[in-house]
């Protein structure tokens, strides 16, 4: 099993463009989240999942867009970059929300 | 703001030596979880605690959970170079279906 996977590894982008942010599992999880790491905050829940076509906020969801089409893929839309979202980003999941978390190894997001 | 806050934020201490960290919560809770972080990698699951369990071990590691404070401890005994890392708290919401990530404490074991 490959667990938890997430694409790009690190991407630099300019104020104002667009990407997603890709995270696949191949454990058959229903519930998937998205957080943010920043230095001296811990993780903060961005969105999540709970399964296919059932997605909700977290405790900072503005600016990030998620939808679910299948159990594997849980992607991360930023829709117009800001600094401010210059984080690392990590992709979990797990077979209900609050139960172990399997962590990708995360997106290091530089917006410039 | 965050549900667990870990205590210390940062901690040297010996190889060989024990390594102490707390974690304390604001609301109901279903589960506490620990969770350790490698400098530039992914979290990685240790342990994990349910509201009605006291106490629970893993190798070197010790948990303590005392929901009337609210509180949790992680224990690691004959501290090795090797778990140098960074160490979250996790609390599973009785309230919801949510798990929230304190702040960390970062240990730095000398050899």
């Known amino acids: 099993n490959a667990g938890v996977t997430q694409t790009p590894k690190f991407q630099v982008l300019k104020t104002g463009q667009s990407m997603t942010l890709q995270c696949a599992q191949d454990?058959?999880?229903?519930?998937m989240s998205w957080y943010r790491q920043d230095p001296g905050m811990g993780l903060r829940l961005i969105h999540y999942?709970?399964?296919?076509?059932?997605?909700d906020q977290g405790e900072v969801p503005n600016g990030y867009n998620v939808s679910r089409s299948t159990t594997e893929d849980f992607p991360l839309r930023l829709l117009s970059a800001a600094p401010s979202q210059t984080s690392v980003y990590f992709c979990a999941s797990s077979y209900e929300g609050r139960e172990t978390q399997y962590f990708g190894p995360g997106t290091r997001l530089l917006v410039l | 703001s965050q549900q667990g806050e870990e205590d210390p934020q940062a901690l040297s201490i010996q190889e060989g030596e024990n390594a102490t960290m707390n974690c304390s919560y604001k609301t109901s809770i279903n589960n506490l979880q620990w969770y350790r972080q490698n400098s530039g990698r992914g979290l990685v699951h240790l342990i994990l605690?349910?509201?009605?369990?006291r106490e629970k071990h893993s190798g070197r590691l010790r948990v303590t959970l005392d929901t009337s404070k609210k509180s949790s401890s992680l224990l690691i005994t004959a501290s090795r170079a090797a778990d140098t890392a960074s160490y979250f708290c996790a609390t599973g919401m009785d309230s919801s279906y949510k798990l929230i990530f304190g702040s960390g404490t970062r240990l730095l074991v000398r050899p």
């Open positions: 999942s709970v399964g296919a076509g059932i997605t």
């Open positions: 454990m058959n999880h229903e519930y």
């Open positions: 605690i349910r509201s009605n369990e």
